[in-house]
């Protein structure tokens, strides 16, 4: 059976394949935020995963506001990188895993979580920043992918507890998966930022540290709060940090840090970085 061998959740802001594309990681700026990742690299490099389940939200590249699944998944043999329109470098495509993709589709329907499937689907920043950032050598076909997106922009939003949920059936199809493959899972977006209306630049420090803490220790804890709770704390795109919530579901009951790094502010957004591994 497949095994997974962690999760790593970390921000998606696009501002970062511009500093990639540019080699600036050694910059003052980028520095403390860059310097997050050698860790990560090293755990990766002895974990060893073939395939990455992305927990991630489209920005309106698949999906506008017109059209809205609250859960989709990608069943497609590759994923092409789009730029939605951050003006970012677009990297070379990335390969599936449909037989992956299909046996997490039968298992999550069977457990009533009803998917949008998507046998054709362009990723953005949201995507792949996280891999660029994590397999920064990356070849094409180095790891295959099966792209999970979430609605944290249209309301009403899946709650956190449904999120949740949602990650622990994610576990159990993944593990229920007739394969040697070893699999890591991302959740990728926040922490706290707001990019637009009154409160464009806000940032909650405190929240955010209590929010990574509890999510290794007491992953339960985030369920208390309503989706307005979690805009009011961490802004109207802080909410992305549902996608951690749905990663961190993935990975059991007990869970290990292996790195953590949360650097303020890279863009508008606090860069929180977390890998854990199940234990
Ligand atoms: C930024 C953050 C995001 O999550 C995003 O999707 C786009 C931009 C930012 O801080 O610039
Ligand atoms: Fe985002």
Avoid at 42 to 48: E, I, N, S, Y
Avoid at 78 to 93: F, K, L, V
Avoid at 223 to 240: F, R, W
Wanted: with cysteine; proline share 6%.
């Amino acid at each position: 059976m497949a095994k997974i061998v962690g999760g790593i959740c970390t921000t998606h802001v696009p501002y970062i394949g511009r500093a990639i594309a540019k080699n600036l990681q050694q910059d003052p700026y980028w520095k403390p935020f860059f310097d997050g990742f050698p860790p990560i690299h090293a755990w990766l490099d002895q974990v060893k995963p073939d395939v990455a389940v992305v927990v991630y939200n489209d920005h309106g590249l698949n999906f506008f506001l017109d059209k809205m699944p609250t859960f989709s998944i990608g069943a497609a043999p590759e994923y092409h990188h789009a730029d939605e329109g951050w003006g970012i470098p677009t990297t070379g495509s990335f390969m599936g895993d449909q037989d992956l993709s299909w046996h997490m589709i039968d298992s999550l329907i069977e457990d009533e979580f009803d998917l949008t499937t998507c046998q054709e689907m362009l990723v953005d920043h949201a995507f792949t920043i996280p891999i660029d950032l994590l397999l920064p050598n990356r070849q094409a076909g180095s790891i295959r992918t099966v792209p999970v997106c979430q609605n944290t922009v249209q309301f009403p939003l899946p709650s956190a507890k449904r999120c949740l949920a949602f990650g622990r059936a994610i576990r159990k199809a993944i593990e229920s998966w007739d394969s040697d493959a070893r699999v890591v899972v991302l959740g990728t977006g926040g922490l706290s930022h707001q990019l637009d209306g009154e409160r464009a630049g806000f940032i909650n420090k405190k929240f955010d540290l209590e929010f990574m803490d509890k999510l290794v220790s007491e992953p339960d804890w985030v369920s208390q709060y309503s989706i307005p709770d979690i805009v009011e704390l961490t802004g109207t795109q802080g909410v992305e940090l549902l996608n951690w919530v749905t990663c961190r579901g993935v990975l059991g009951d007990k869970v290990k840090i292996v790195h953590s790094n949360y650097h303020i502010p890279i863009s508008n957004t606090a860069a929180g970085t977390l890998a854990m591994e199940s234990i």
